[in-house]
């Protein structure tokens, strides 16, 4: 949303604060601003001005706000100067109207008011209205529709001009569109509208979807010599629904959807008058102004006790102070008793913004200046939370698999019935979505492996390897209406365009690294697993997962080469396992180890961890530690067998292993292993 500086000057008369600073209030008290430019106009008889820019979404809540004069309302409080209100509605004549308006639906339509003008002369603005609307970032058509635009920059007031002759019929009708009805619009497109669109009408059909654009066949033309000027309040979420079903957004739609105020209709029609006849002195208004309108309740006085507004700002405020910032922001205020004050909200604060007292604690608060109030420690106990011991042992978990090399991703707990399939999964045991954020996305995920094989098809477009982990819930559905059951998780894949089957041994060393002494332990493969690559995973005696290769139709079937292997942990299940273990201490060694390499052949099925089983059973006490070196299968090695090779450290704690010592050790080990059936490459 852009301000022109001269604009405002204009509005607050007086104001003498330079860009730079006024950029700095508005951004300390009221919205925060992205920045301010010079604007310097084609026509040099026209003065430059500043343009201050601030964020839209700053800007949501306040409706006022999406025009100068509720900026300017700001400013003017800001620095104590008196807002000038350029609207004047004397200037409409009280006859009556000739222009009949029907609206079908107030609900959707709160507000129509609309007005008949003739003597029109179509040319182009006056400089100085071009250059007003060029600075903010609007481009100028002619006088008449630049003056619907300068309403819409100002009060803000969306407005529309009709070419009263290029209606069928003197009355304007507001509906919902019929099905298969048409409009070809201002933009050169043409929509196709449904009940679900609300439309302005005459008797031929739709002329404008209401809130949003209007249409080609009513456009101002340079032979348009009546008008008729439309001034509405339409209900917000129809105007958005239509806007983004159609994937049209304009300046009048985002306005209408922060809900305006309906007490503007009238204003903005009153100021056009100003302008056109400042602009066309000759024009005569024809008839008095037609309004149409639901009877909306008023906004309800709120009731603010002073002593609750010195408490909520931690500062004492006194009642002049009090009064003068809320009646500078458009408030009403009254005195109604010792230290009490009731307030009035102005309509254009009462749509969706203004409704408590503690928002009126907020206007005061920033008025005054955070920055004005004194930090001060909360006068309540201070307690020591309850330890959470599951929150600190997923952040181990979260940092032992990143230094691993892992990125994290989040993924959606919500899944469709394809994803539910490609893992064998029964979809009607998922938790059902009532309202899902997307027509795809229907159901509660019973597993985080759908959401990372999603994850691995995006990745693998842009990289040749990666690591990917999530930790997550698994959602399960209770019997008896009660709420699903969450399940922590940890899931990760290690994919590699070029992989072989070291892949599963590398995750495999992650695996053991997050859970020490884990045990593998081979298990028949499900559907979506490589039915030779598949274990489960066992510490601390309880199986807390499955470490598999992903079937190679799974990556096929959506076009990808290469391997990705994964583990999927129950976390639940893994910290009761990490509670339960016992920490031993072992006195560190004070003479060096002596080690050696020993590589074992054996067929291709027998488990890593049985050889690792045999190896430390055979070396005995003297035994410091044991390292998976590589798996090597290829000539001059038969087929179907392996070559499984170990670093093996020993040594005692009372004396540096002599050369014999470690020789006997290595030799009963190669004798043992020979014993069980293993042949060994020495």
Same mark, same amino acid.
């Given at each position: 949303m852009k301000f022109s500086y001269r604009w405002l000057c204009e509005l607050v008369p007086g104001l003498d604060t330079v860009p730079a600073e006024l950029e700095r209030i508005i951004t300390m008290k009221t919205a925060e601003c992205e920045g301010i430019e010079a604007f310097r106009p084609a026509n040099?008889?026209?003065?430059?001005?500043?343009?201050?820019?601030?964020?839209?979404?700053?800007l949501t809540h306040r409706p006022d706000l999406w025009g100068h004069m509720g900026m300017a309302r700001e400013v003017a409080a800001i620095t104590h100067r008196t807002l000038q209100d350029p609207v004047c509605t004397q200037l409409l004549p009280r006859s009556e109207p000739v222009v009949e308006v029907r609206i079908e639906d107030f609900s959707l339509c709160p507000r129509y008011s609309a007005l008949l003008v003739e003597g029109i002369e179509v040319q182009p603005s006056a400089p100085w209205?071009?250059?007003?609307?060029?600075?903010?970032?609007? #481009?100028?058509?002619?006088?008449?529709?630049?003056?619907?635009?300068?309403v819409l920059a100002e009060l803000p007031q969306p407005m529309h001009a009709?070419?009263?002759?290029?209606? $069928?019929?003197?009355? /304007?009708?507001? &509906?919902?569109?019929?099905?298969?009805?048409?409009?070809?619009? !201002?933009?050169?497109?043409?929509?196709?509208?449904?009940?679900?669109?609300?439309?302005?009408?005459?008797?031929?059909?739709?002329?404008?979807v209401a809130g949003v654009i209007g249409g080609a066949?009513?456009?101002?033309?340079?032979?348009?010599?009546?008008?008729?000027?439309?001034?509405?309040?339409?209900?917000?979420?129809?105007? &958005?629904?239509?806007?983004?079903?159609?994937?049209?957004?304009? $300046?009048?739609?985002?306005?209408?959807?922060?809900?305006?105020?309906?007490? #503007?209709?009238?204003?903005?029609?009153?100021?056009?008058?100003?302008?056109?006849?400042?602009?066309?002195?000759?024009?005569?208004?024809?008839?008095?102004?037609?309004?149409s309108? %639901?009877?909306? *309740?008023?906004?309800?006085?709120? %009731?603010?006790?002073?002593?609750?507004?010195?408490?909520?700002?931690?500062?004492?405020?006194?009642?002049?102070?009090?009064?003068?910032?809320?009646?500078?922001?458009?408030?009403?205020?009254?005195?109604?008793?010792?230290?009490?004050?009731t307030v009035t909200v102005p309509t254009w604060r009462a749509t969706k913004d203004i409704s408590l007292k503690d928002d009126l604690v907020e206007?005061?608060?920033?008025?005054?200046?955070?920055?004005? /109030?004194?930090?001060?420690?909360?006068?309540?106990?201070?307690?020591?939370?309850?330890?959470?011991?599951?929150?600190?042992?997923? &952040?181990?978990?979260?940092?032992?698999?990143?230094?691993?090399?892992?990125?994290?991703?989040?993924?959606?707990?919500?899944?469709?019935?394809?994803?539910?399939?490609?893992?064998? !999964?029964?979809?009607?045991?998922? +938790?059902?979505?009532?309202?899902?954020?997307?027509s795809e996305l229907t159901h509660l995920r019973r597993s985080l492996l759908p959401g990372l094989f999603n994850s691995i098809v995006v990745n693998v477009r842009n990289f040749q390897e990666f690591r990917l982990f999530e930790i997550g819930s698994e959602i399960h559905p209770r019997a008896g209406g009660e709420l699903p059951r969450e399940i922590a998780h940890l899931a990760a894949v290690l994919y590699n365009a070029h992989g072989d089957e070291q892949d599963f041994f590398e995750l495999k060393r992650v695996v053991?690294?997050?859970?020490?002494?884990?045990?593998?332990?081979?298990?028949?493969?499900?559907?979506?697993?490589?039915?030779?690559?598949?274990?489960e995973i066992a510490w601390s005696g309880v199986t807390i997962g499955r470490i598999f290769e992903l079937h190679p139709s799974l990556l096929h079937g959506v076009g990808i080469e290469g391997r990705a292997v994964l583990f999927d942990v129950d976390l639940e299940a893994a910290a009761a396992g990490?509670?339960?273990?016992?920490?031993?201490?072992?006195?560190?060694?004070?003479?060096?180890?002596?080690?050696?390499?020993? %590589?074992?052949?054996?067929?291709?099925? +027998? *488990?890593?961890?049985?050889?690792?089983?045999?190896?430390?059973?055979?070396?005995?006490?003297? !035994?410091a530690e044991i390292h998976f070196v590589r798996q090597y299968a290829g000539p001059p090695l038969d087929a179907g067998q392996k070559s499984v090779s170990y670093h093996i450290e020993v040594g005692a704690f009372d004396h540096t292993l002599t050369a014999d010592e470690v020789a006997a050790i290595r030799g009963r080990i190669i004798d043992g292993m020979r014993q069980l059936g293993y042949d060994l490459r020495v």
């Open positions: 040099p008889e026209v003065a430059p001005d500043w343009i201050i820019e601030i964020d839209n979404k700053s209205l071009q250059a007003r609307l060029e600075s903010i970032g609007l #481009n100028p058509i002619n006088n008449i529709v630049d003056i619907t635009n300068y009709f070419d009263a002759e290029k209606l $069928d019929g003197p009355a /304007i009708h507001v &509906r919902t569109a019929h099905s298969g009805e048409q409009l070809a619009a !201002l933009n050169g497109e043409t929509y196709d509208l449904d009940r679900a669109d609300l439309v302005i009408a005459d008797a031929s059909g739709p002329v404008a066949d009513t456009a101002i033309s340079e032979t348009t010599a009546r008008v008729i000027l439309e001034s509405a309040n339409f209900q917000a979420t129809s105007v &958005r629904l239509t806007s983004a079903r159609h994937k049209l957004r304009t $300046d009048a739609s985002m306005r209408f959807e922060k809900s305006l105020d309906p007490e #503007n209709t009238v204003r903005g029609l009153a100021r056009a008058l100003a302008l056109m006849k400042q602009i066309c002195p000759g024009i005569r208004v024809l008839g008095g102004v037609s309004d309108r %639901s009877s909306l *309740p008023q906004p309800k006085p709120i %009731s603010l006790p002073l002593a609750f507004v010195s408490c909520k700002l931690g500062k004492h405020v006194t009642r002049p102070h009090v009064t003068e910032i809320l009646e500078a922001l458009g408030f009403g205020v009254s005195e109604t008793g010792q230290g009490m004050l206007e005061i608060g920033r008025i005054i200046g955070y920055d004005q /109030i004194t930090p001060a420690a909360p006068l309540i106990a201070s307690t020591v939370p309850p330890d959470n011991p599951m929150r600190g042992y997923l &952040r181990q978990i979260r940092s032992q698999i990143a230094s691993q090399g892992f990125t994290e991703v989040y993924n959606y707990s919500f899944v469709n019935e394809t994803d539910v399939k490609r893992f064998s !999964l029964n979809i009607d045991e998922h +938790v059902a979505v009532r309202n899902p954020i997307a053991e690294c997050l859970f020490p002494d884990a045990r593998l332990t081979p298990a028949p493969a499900k559907a979506y697993e490589h039915p030779t690559r598949t274990a990490a509670a339960s273990r016992i920490k031993q201490y072992r006195p560190v060694r004070r003479y060096p180890t002596s080690g050696f390499d020993l %590589s074992i052949v054996t067929g291709m099925r +027998v *488990p890593v961890a049985r050889i690792e089983d045999d190896l430390r059973k055979l070396a005995g006490e003297g !035994l």
